[in-house]
């Protein structure tokens, strides 16, 4: 092989032997602990027959990195989710690279370029959609990748996380029901997101237990940010029979009805119930504190760190889709009724 001296062996060759990322190898050079046994073992019998020679340590070495890529950084559920990573990389001894690409080709390309560059252990993804030749990229550099709330992503491709959805959705209208709310507007999210469809299926499902008619003039299109809230918000209350309550597929888009709300003079929850999703930390302190489904955005980040770290220890994945649990959290936004529905 012309490479027996180890002069022409590198850590490059001795990953793409074993079937493992780079920095897998690196922390079998340096011995780190964090390496499945049988990895350890498959590469250190690599670097024996190649004869790699171990270099002495260096004044300094390439910290190894998390990249954790979203879509865009303007919301601040990317917050809770990037103090989730970083949390685990603290204490693992990684960084954290935050990129956005803003659904750009060109910018997934670019953020590929760089992070060819540095000591990356693994990629998060977060609601991104990951093009097929941008994973045959990542497969090719064996770097594992997981991904957060997919869009539509065949989980045998990579690890996901996620939240239970449908689940926090049909808890959220089963308790405007329980309120004595027949007229519910739903303000849905992207149609193409999987968290959207099931929010949306939760709502049809809890309506269709208490046997309420779905009538589809009370349900909006929305993106999960203000602005769609208090248009779609705003629409819903300009109907001549309006609802009694509104479910939004998040806070920001709940937020956003409640200002919808102030504009037309009335009041929350006297005049119509608002409930979210998400359950972001300023949601507490708004005025009245929003009743919202608690989706566990930092525990996802967590979850996903700790995937990537043992993937790249060579470790395997206990199962390829994981969905936390979520949880709905009453607070003062969403009361009774004060006039009897029409329907």
Not at 169 to 182: D, F, M, P, T
């Amino acid at each position: 092989m012309g490479a027996e001296n180890g002069r022409n062996v590198t850590i490059a060759m001795i990953a793409r032997l074993a079937g493992v990322s780079v920095p897998t190898v690196s922390r079998v050079i340096n011995g780190r602990s964090d390496v499945a046994p049988d990895t350890r073992e498959r590469v250190e019998a690599l670097l024996n027959r190649h004869g790699y020679r171990r270099r002495s340590p260096a004044r300094r070495t390439d910290a190894a990195l998390i990249d954790l890529v979203f879509n865009d950084l303007d919301s601040p559920w990317a917050v809770e989710i990037i103090r989730g990573v970083e949390d685990v990389g603290q204490t693992s001894g990684v960084g954290t690279v935050v990129s956005a690409i803003h659904w750009r080709i060109s910018s997934a390309k670019q953020w590929l370029d760089n992070m060819r560059t540095r000591s990356t252990e693994g990629v998060i993804f977060v609601t991104s959609m990951v093009n097929p030749p941008l994973q045959a990229e990542l497969r090719r550099l064996h770097l594992p990748v997981v991904i957060i709330d997919p869009a539509g992503v065949d989980p045998q491709e990579s690890p996901t996380i996620g939240a239970t959805n449908w689940a926090g959705s049909l808890s959220a209208n089963q308790y405007l029901i329980s309120l004595g709310h027949r007229r519910i507007g739903f303000i849905a999210g992207p149609p193409h997101l999987m968290c959207s469809r099931a929010r949306m299926d939760g709502y049809r499902a809890a309506l269709g237990a208490a046997d309420i008619p779905i009538d589809d003039a009370l349900i909006r299109p929305g993106n999960f940010y203000h602005e769609a809230g208090f248009s779609a918000g705003t629409q819903l209350l300009a109907l001549p029979d309006p609802p009694t309550a509104i479910f939004a597929s998040s806070d920001q888009m709940a937020l956003g009805v409640y200002e919808a709300v102030r504009k037309r003079g009335l009041r929350v929850p006297d005049d119509i119930s608002v409930v979210g999703f998400d359950d972001l930390p300023e949601v507490r302190w708004c005025s009245p504190p929003l009743t919202t489904v608690r989706q566990p955005l930092a525990e996802m980040g967590m979850l996903a760190a700790r995937t990537v770290l043992r993937l790249a220890g060579g470790e395997k994945t206990e199962s390829a889709r994981v969905e936390l649990a979520t949880e709905l959290i009453v607070r003062d936004s969403a009361a009774p009724p004060r006039r009897p529905s029409a329907s």
